[in-house]
């Protein structure tokens, strides 16, 4: 297969994240990869939620590895990471569902172990400004990529597709917070999946340049009805046993938006670069 579109290249913007947690159960969750430029330069970095980091005892992440500048299908690389949660940059609100780690670090390990990994970054200056916001409808087509229910192709080592909407308007912060909600189906594993607006030019013919793409923002939680009329938002879950019992998933989903991505990032930037 050709990377040669927008899509074919979301297949490898995201990176499995299988763990084991505190109590000896096993879990899997989505992470990306970022590009972000600053003043001195472009860093590199990998976003999940900070709940998938949290009460893990060993981590890993599974590449891809890299032949020719191309993607080796099938060929899976396992960086594992000792001190899983603590090798994690966690956004300063501890409200804020988001962690991120250096890239730049674990390309060397791989490199030092003779790999070399493939995968696709995004730029956070998709990420909708304001301005962009405002101009959004309140219902728009998202795209989301990741592991639900630990569900991948484990030949190809390809994450999901999903498609789904805006359930609220992205210009407006969902109970006063940095976030929105969307009408899709999330489960298990979703946790970490990047958002996209996206709809191909075909749909919108004289859509502005950019207009078709957006870094939306990142899976945190999934709406759960626990009884009549009483609906609560809960982290994804890393793995399937811990979903809550006797309650029913409504397909709405919580998405942080992408400008908390941004200001993690530019934390980690003055505490460690600056």
Do not use: C
Request: charged share 20%; no cysteine; net charge negative.
């Amino acid at each position: 297969m050709e990377i040669n579109s927008i899509t074919k290249k979301l297949l490898f913007n995201t990176i499995r994240v299988d763990t084991v947690l505190d109590d000896g159960s096993e879990g899997s969750g989505t992470a990306f990869v970022v590009a972000h430029s600053h003043p001195r330069g472009t860093i590199t970095f990998i976003v999940t939620n900070r709940h998938l980091v949290d009460g893990v005892r060993r981590g890993g992440l599974v590449f891809t590895q890299k032949r020719n500048g191309q993607p080796a299908f099938g060929q899976r690389f396992q960086l594992n990471i000792e001190d899983f949660p603590h090798a994690w940059f966690m956004h300063p609100d501890p409200e804020v569902d988001l962690a991120i780690i250096p890239m730049r670090p674990l390309e060397q390990a791989a490199r030092d172990q003779g790999v070399e990994l493939y995968y696709h970054v995004i730029d956070t200056r998709l990420a909708p400004d304001a301005a962009t916001l405002r101009a959004l409808d309140a219902l728009e087509e998202v795209l989301f990529v990741g592991y639900p229910s630990g569900v991948w192709d484990q030949v190809n080592l390809m994450p999901i597709l999903r498609r789904g909407t805006t359930a609220t308007p992205m210009a407006l912060d969902f109970e006063g917070r940095p976030e929105f909600l969307i009408d899709a189906a999330v489960y298990p594993g979703s946790s970490g999946s990047p958002v996209f607006i996206y709809q191909p030019d075909t749909l919108r013919p004289n859509q502005v340049a950019g207009r078709k793409f957006l870094f939306a923002g990142v899976v945190a939680a999934v709406f759960f009805r626990e009884e009549a009329n009483h609906l609560v938002p809960v982290p994804v879950p890393a793995n399937n046993t811990s979903m809550v019992m006797g309650s029913e998933m409504i397909d709405l989903g919580l998405v942080i938006k992408a400008q908390a991505v941004v200001d993690v990032i530019d934390a980690y930037l003055r505490k460690w670069v600056e």
